[in-house]
């Protein structure tokens, strides 16, 4: 059975009428281009497949380094490198225990990022 393709075409206005009430309203809700950065930035970082997985592990639990290294099949030095970028970001924070770092979600907000999209995806493949 052939596959049904998806109509992918954008349909456009014919530039004839504006709601300018509407458009407005919106134009004084819609954040600064420093807070847009900001969410753009965002996003990128969370972009990449292993900051992913780490993000998915540690919404688990609370991990060292090494353990996280083991779960993903990944050098400690890789896991290093991208726990840095998540940090930066304000994604995960450390806590220290003795001469071990943990590394956790930073907050719930990054946990509700996670949750949404994994029920985003799941919803989307049905």
């Known amino acids: 059975m052939a596959q ?6 954008i349909e456009l206005c014919d530039g004839t009428f ?6 407005q309203k919106i134009k ?13 930035d965002f996003f990128k970082v969370i972009g990449d497949p292993t900051r ?8 688990l639990s609370e991990m060292c380094v090494c ?21 930066n970001a304000g994604l995960i924070k450390p806590r220290r225990q003795g001469k ?3 590394y956790s979600l930073d907050d719930e907000h990054v946990e509700t990022v996670m949750i949404q999209g994994i029920a985003h995806i799941k919803h989307k493949e049905g």
């Not at 809700?29 to 753009?40: A, I």
């Open 52 to 59: 992913i997985k780490i993000l998915t592990v540690l919404s």
């Open 18 to 23: 504006t709601d300018e009430m509407l458009s």
């Open 28 to 40: 004084e809700k819609m954040p600064t281009e420093d807070f847009l950065s900001s969410l753009s």
């Open 67 to 87: 353990t996280l290294s083991d779960v993903l099949n990944m050098s400690v030095s890789a896991i290093s490198h991208q726990l840095k970028n998540l940090k």
């Open 4 to 9: 049904e393709k998806k109509n992918t075409e």
């Open 100 to 102: 071990q770092i943990f």
